[in-house]
């Protein structure tokens, strides 16, 4: 089947919003109905009505942006020379090979290769950016 997608416009939302009351007014304004069928037809379709106007709620941000997947993907696909600072304060300097939810596959030049746990990072930077203290 071929179906096409129909989206409202903001000024036909807001037209249908000017029109309900007006419906209102005629419908009460006119002479009394006896409360049969019609009246609870006519409060289906105003309560229709009004469920059709009213604004989504705000949808909350999503909790995982994929910046951090991303960021490693990055890295990994540049063999960027990046230095993780652990915990302790231990620098470990070498490119990602690869990343997993919970850990970091470091290789180094000159030592041997590494498997670090993310939850014993403290932060990490590319090397380009390391500062270099003065001396005194």
């Known amino acids: ?17 000017r029109e309900a009351p ?3 007014e005629r419908s009460n304004g006119g002479a009394h109905r006896s409360a049969g069928s019609d009246g609870g037809r006519e409060a289906a379709q105003r309560a229709a009505q009004q469920a059709a106007v009213q604004v989504r709620k705000r949808i909350p941000p999503p909790t995982e942006t994929n910046a951090e997947i ?4 990055k890295q990994i696909d540049a063999h960027t020379l990046m230095v993780i600072v652990l915990l302790d304060g231990e620098e470990i300097e070498g490119t990602i090979e690869w990343y997993d939810r919970g850990a970091l596959k470091v290789n180094r030049k000159s030592a041997p290769n590494l498997l670090i746990l993310k939850r014993n990072m403290k932060y990490m930077y590319k090397a380009d950016e390391r500062v270099e203290q003065p001396a005194e």
């Open 70 to 73: 991303f960021y490693y993907k």
């Open 1 to 17: 089947m071929n179906r096409k997608l129909i989206r409202t416009t903001l000024a036909e939302v807001k037209g249908k919003a």
């Open 22 to 24: 007006q419906s209102r």
